[in-house]
Each structure stands twice: as structure tokens, then as C-alpha cells.
């Protein structure tokens, strides 16, 4: 059972388009993290939202965590090439361990 | 120091070889993590140390065997592996109990094993 859905698996775009990922579960979460990966690296963590309603900005991107705790999104504003990665959702379970849960990622490439 | 550092970089080792995977935080972080990612797959969790102690096997199989020598270092020692267990092999760093809240983890680039 996949805890944490995301989508869209696959998303090529323009440069200068917008975009939103989604990460949804039926769970709650105390906290959502997004990460983005690059080829041959570890992923890197973007932002951790914990309180439901959460809205949080960083450059052109924007992450939001819902109301219930169980979704999330990523939108991202006027992409642009070095955009390009993999963004993985994570979660940790309402008094769960140190152990996260990933969804299985969205692959974004803007083209220039 | 906000780094974590996974040596080698990259591996290729026989099915019948002993290897060991090295992993290094100085950031203070007393729970440290080994994924295991294959290609185009999100990270699978393996092992949790928390304080130096193993907390979680994610039910692995007993040819990976993980070592925490003190609170800054992880390893994972190799032995007998199958080609399928190539992949890229994560390690990952956080806070106690606030890993997974506030703080997130610090991941290393990670080790990129060949098994053949």
C-alpha cells in the first residue's frame, strides 16, 4: 500500500510555465517535507510544513499543506530549466518513529 | 559543517566480495539512516540507528549488515550480494524525534554499487 501519492510520475514542460505536484494520502501527517534529487545525488531538502493550512515560499516555488494534514502541494511559478529534477513528498506518520514515508516522485523537466 | 559524506562515491563488487560502505555527519544528528534507491524508484528505508543503537531493519536481508561505530559514523558492511542488489545507496542524518518534524534530513550523495 502506497502511503503517499503523488502526482503527476512524469511532467515536461516549457520554460516560463507554471506547474503544481500533488501528494495526497489518506493518512494524517505531522509533517510533510518536500525533497527535490538530481541524478547521482542524494535528494535535498526544499521545506518541512507542519501545521495544516500551511503556506510556504521559497523563491518561485510555493508549498502548501492541507487543512487535514493529509495532502500537500508544490507550484511552482515561471519554471525554468535548472528546475529540472526529481521531487519526492515524504511524510511523517502522527506519532510514528524517525521514519519517513516517500511517495514514489514526480520527474519534471523544463525544456529551454 | 551541514554535510553528509558517503565514500565511496561509486562500487563494483563480485557476488562473493566483502565491501563496506561508509557514511560521516558532524552536524551533531544522532538518528542516521540507509536508503536504498533503484532507478527512477523513491528511496526504500533500510536501517534507523538512533543513539548508536539499531531501531528499525526494515526486514533486510542479513548480507547487508549496518554498523554504528559512535555517534558521527555509519556503515554498511557487504558480503555475498546479488546483482539485484545493485542501486544507489543513501545515507541520511536528523535530529532525534524531530527528524521527521521540523528539521528533515541531511542526505549524502551516495554510493553508486555495481554488483556483478
Known amino acids: 500500500t502506497q502511503l503517499l501519492e503523488q502526482s503527476p510520475q512524469f511532467l515536461s514542460i516549457q520554460e516560463g510555465e507554471n506547474l503544481t505536484v500533488y501528494c495526497n494520502s489518506s493518512s494524517v501527517f505531522s509533517s510533510l517535507q518536500w525533497y527535490r534529487q538530481e541524478p547521482g545525488e542524494g535528494p535535498v531538502l526544499l521545506v518541512t510544513v507542519v501545521t495544516g493550512g500551511e503556506v510556504k515560499k521559497l523563491k518561485r516555488l510555493t508549498f502548501q499543506f492541507g487543512d487535514a494534514r493529509k495532502d500537500s502541494s508544490l507550484h511552482i511559478t515561471a519554471a525554468q530549466p535548472g528546475d529540472t529534477g526529481l521531487y519526492l513528498c515524504?511524510?511523517?506518520?502522527?506519532?510514528?518513529?524517525?521514519?519517513?514515508?516517500f511517495g514514489k516522485g514526480t520527474k519534471l523537466t523544463v525544456n529551454p | 559543517d551541514t554535510e553528509v559524506t558517503q565514500t565511496p562515491k561509486h562500487l563494483v563488487m563480485g557476488m562473493t566480495n566483502k565491501k563496506s560502505l561508509k557514511c560521516e555527519q558532524h552536524?551533531?544528528?544522532?538518528?542516521m539512516y540507509w536508503y536504498k534507491q533503484k532507478a527512477k524508484k523513491p528511496p526504500e528505508l533500510m536501517f534507523v540507528y538512533s543513539y548508536e543503537k539499531l531501531s528499525i531493519n526494515e526486514s533486510v536481508p542479513s548480507r547487508f549488515s549496518p554498523e554504528c561505530p559512535n555517534s558521527s559514523l555509519l556503515n554498511l558492511h557487504l558480503h555475498a550480494l546479488q546483482p539485484e542488489d545493485s542501486a544507489l545507496y543513501l545515507c541520511?542524518?536528523?535530529?532525534?524525534?524531530?527528524?521527521?518534524?521540523?528539521?528533515?534530513?541531511?542526505f549524502g550523495s551516495g554510493t553508486r554499487l555495481t554488483v556483478v
Open positions: 541520511a542524518s536528523s535530529q532525534v524525534g524531530q527528524g521527521a518534524i521540523g528539521y528533515g534530513y541531511t
Open positions: 515524504a511524510g511523517a506518520r502522527q506519532g510514528g518513529s524517525e521514519k519517513l514515508v
Open positions: 552536524m551533531g544528528h544522532r538518528a
